[in-house]
């Protein structure tokens, strides 16, 4: 289980993270977020401009996509808190 928090002020839609998780999708704003009924996507929680997303599985993708967000607006947070 892990968790990732998008910073939706911090977000430049620049969608680095999108080629490298396709969970990430570019929403009606032009913002990433995260498709909630993508593989291993147990919970999208949005709160205005914060996104809390809770995946099963492998991390390694995720991490990925918050390597290559320029402004680094992707935090992952492996284990259950
Ligand atoms: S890579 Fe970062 S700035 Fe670009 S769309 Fe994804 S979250 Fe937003």
Same mark, same amino acid.
């Given at each position: 289980?892990?968790?990732i928090?998008?910073?939706?002020?911090a977000c @430049?839609?620049?969608?680095?993270?999108?080629?490298? @998780?396709e969970r990430f999708v570019e929403d009606d704003a032009g913002l990433a977020t995260v498709d909630p009924?993508? @593989?291993?996507?147990v919970d999208v929680d949005?709160? @205005?401009?914060r996104i809390v997303a809770t995946f099963e599985g492998n991390a390694a993708d995720a991490k990925l996509?918050?390597?290559?967000?320029?402004?680094g607006?992707?935090?992952v947070r492996e284990g259950s808190e």
């Amino acid at each position: 289980m892990y968790r990732i928090e998008l910073d939706r002020a911090a977000c @430049d839609g620049i969608f680095a993270c999108l080629v490298r @998780d396709e969970r990430f999708v570019e929403d009606d704003a032009g913002l990433a977020t995260v498709d909630p009924a993508a @593989d291993g996507v147990v919970d999208v929680d949005r709160r @205005d401009d914060r996104i809390v997303a809770t995946f099963e599985g492998n991390a390694a993708d995720a991490k990925l996509a918050a390597e290559a967000c320029p402004p680094g607006a992707i935090t992952v947070r492996e284990g259950s808190e």
